[in-house]
């Protein structure tokens, strides 16, 4: 390929031949160049100099200039095109390197959506060269583990999960845990977080009840519900089952936090105490009787669920009015200390005055456990 002649001696050609002290040709002839060539070099010079229309060299530099600059704004609007399409269509967490590498097939350059994307191309080709790091593998399995906890049990929270994991032999510390749940959005229902609105889940029964809170036989009709109260030691959480019969609290279980395990100890001791058959089970659409725990136990044990509306206390009104009598005589008659102390006296009261002194009127001035004995009674007579 023949190299391009210097423009000084270009300049030097044109103003001798602008001088016409011989023909073109010669000029030509002279200077070792084509007569052309020569010509061309005559009208790119009077372009320049206005004398004829045309683009000068500026304005041709300047132009291919624009178009580059428009090329690689159209390249940089692609970018962001599918940089939003594509965190908005898939799950987090969201990796954007491979948005990058298919950019490049389509023929962006790998320098150009770096730059836009806000790292460097050292750090794609590092990534390329090992897409899945061991950290990265540490971090999938860690996330597994804990939406399956948080599947058990939706009130726990990365600093319960982080307990749980460890419990179960994996090593991973509360800020990392933290991350991981951030990241996955694996939140407690409790969560109080500024600007991060909750809605209550949707109910994993139908209502069975409406508001029917009787029951002609006994285990007919499980009414349940979870209440709390503070001691000095933190707060202390009851779960109990009312048979709608009665009114006898079958079965209840105590605890110091308000998990999934809770209500399905409750559930478990009222199995084990009764012999339930078909039993409804009736409850708010609180995020422990929504838990994949309750719900199998309530499968495995042939029960069968019923849940309220959200925010109508109605919907469970027989509960709420055993915990506003328990309220009266028990939680907010002295200051407790301990959770022990509170939790000797609520099951005092369940099983000592609420079941065996106090008397109702609904059950003819018989108490729950004196009104079942008849029924009993009766039936075997």
Known sequence: MPKAFPEEFRRDVVAVARKGQAPVAQIAKDFGISESCLHRWLKLADIEDGVRPGVTADESAELRELRKRNRLLEQENEILRRAAAYFASRAQPKMT?????????????????????????????????????????????????????????????????????????????????????????????????????????PPVHDDLVRRRFTATTPDALWLTDITEHPTGAGKLYLCAIKDAFSGRIVGYSVDARMKAGLAVAALRNAIALRDPAGTVVHSDRGSQFRSHKFVKALRRNGLRGSMGRVGACGDNAAMESFFALLQKNVLDRQRWATRQELRLAIVTWIERTYHRRRRQTRLGRLTPIEFETLHKTAKAV
Do not use: T
């Open 97 to 201: 390197y491979p948005l990058v590498e298919d950019l490049a097939a389509d023929g962006i350059p790998v320098a150009v959506a770096c730059r836009v994307l806000g790292f460097s191309k050292q750090a794609f080709y590092q990534w390329k060269a090992d897409p899945v790091s061991q950290r990265d593998w540490d971090d999938a399995h860690l996330i597994n583990v804990a939406l399956d906890i948080h599947h058990d049990d939706p009130a726990f929270g990365y600093r319960f999960i982080a307990d749980e994991l460890n419990a179960q032999g994996i090593a991973a510390g509360s800020n990392r845990v933290a991350r991981l749940c951030s990241m996955q959005r694996i939140w407690s229902v409790f969560a109080k977080k500024r600007g991060l609105h909750r809605r209550s889940g």
